[in-house]
């Protein structure tokens, strides 16, 4: 069956710290990838996804991630956190057949002073 | 622009009562979804739509049925609420296929008590 895991519930870091949020899926075929933040009260914003090519991939708010097909993983990663980061993560990942978007249970990041 | 707009924002039900919740996109997008979230389960597709007129089941759909009467309008029913639908409801919506676009717009969220 097809699932996504975060295996972090919650990490907290310094700011100025590197961060690395870890996401695992379980598909048949590689499937589209894409990780998204939530502020508190908002609705999600997509940081970056991954569809083919190049399998370090850059988004929004300075992230990167990379796709490892031999891991199943794709973690996201960031050189130095800032206190506006901390907010929750969702990894998400879609089939390549149809629409059916399936999220982690989501990473939230604290950043400490 | 507005972009996804959800209503109403919180709402608290008692059980077997029944409510819609309303989406809209001023995008005219083809695409639209509907999420809940729940404490560690993120969010979970309960159904899609990639036209008007048309829907499809997501991952938990047992319990709402929806409706895609205009394009820029995905409306989620409970016909008879259940503890077990209290959470946060998130509509989203697309221009393309999710795995070819570049981006899924989400709406606020709408909070929904059952008790």
């Known amino acids: 069956a097809q699932s996504v895991t975060q295996p972090d519930i919650h990490i907290t870091v310094s700011e100025g710290a590197s961060l690395e949020l870890r996401c695992n899926y379980s598909y048949g075929a590689t499937p589209y990838l894409f990780w998204y933040v939530q502020s508190p009260g908002q609705g999600l914003q997509l940081l970056l996804k991954y569809f083919s090519g190049d399998t370090l991939v850059q988004g929004i708010k300075g992230f990167e991630a990379e796709f490892k097909r031999s891991q199943s993983s794709f973690n996201l990663r960031k050189p130095s956190v800032h206190w506006s980061d901390a907010a929750e993560y969702f990894c998400a990942v879609a089939p390549y057949n149809n629409n059916d978007m399936r999220f982690g249970a989501g990473t939230r990041l604290t950043v400490k002073p | 622009n507005a972009g996804v707009t959800q209503t109403p924002k919180f709402r608290v039900l008692k059980t077997g009562q029944s409510m819609t919740l309303l989406c809209a996109q001023d995008?005219?997008?083809?695409?639209m979804y509907w999420y809940r979230q729940d404490p560690g389960m993120g969010l979970r597709l309960i159904h899609y739509?990639?036209?008007?007129?048309?829907?499809a089941k997501g991952e938990v759909p047992d319990g709402y049925n929806v409706s895609r009467l205009k394009k820029q309008n995905f409306l989620l029913g409970l016909e008879s609420a259940a503890p077990s639908q209290t959470s946060v409801y998130f509509c989203?919506?697309?221009?393309?296929?999710?795995?070819?676009?570049?981006?899924?717009?989400f709406g606020s969220g709408t909070q929904l008590s059952v008790l």
């Open positions: 989203a919506s697309s221009d393309r296929d999710t795995r070819t676009n570049e981006k899924l717009f």
């Open positions: 739509s990639v036209g008007e007129g048309t829907t």
């Open positions: 995008m005219n997008h083809e695409y």
